[in-house]
């Protein structure tokens, strides 16, 4: 397996979808990885060279793209930041709701969790 990034790679597959298994990098920025690193979409990462491989790691940085521990990170803080600060979005979080305006009455059982009826108990 290729390590880039801390992430092991698959060997089997085109290096195009190996890198999607990267957080942060999706369909697009794979794509223009690979363009920056002169490397073929259609080879595999196991005929990958080790000066290929290093390429690829040197795009990633030479564009500035934050991945995996650093994107997760960045994430966590922008998070914070709105509930520091007390925005509406920030209480949403806080509270465990959807944030981006979706409705609540029925749905958003992923952010809600398992449904909890409230109600009398026996008599």
Do not use: W
Request: glycine fraction near 10%; charge should be positive.
């Amino acid at each position: 397996m290729a390590r880039i990034v801390g992430v092991d790679i698959p060997r089997n597959k085109k290096v195009n979808f190996s890198l999607r298994y990267i957080h942060g990098i999706g369909k697009a920025t794979a794509k223009s990885l690979c363009d920056k690193a002169n490397i073929d979409l259609n080879l595999r990462v196991q005929d990958l060279t080790e000066e290929q491989i290093v390429s690829i790691r040197n795009a990633i940085t030479e564009l500035g793209y934050l991945v995996e521990g650093e994107l997760r990170s960045s994430n966590a803080m922008n998070i914070k930041r709105l509930k520091d600060i007390g925005t509406y979005r920030g209480l949403r979080h806080r509270r465990g709701l959807p944030v981006n305006g979706q409705r609540t009455k029925t749905n958003a059982r992923t952010r809600k969790g398992k449904k909890r009826t409230i109600g009398l108990g026996k008599g």
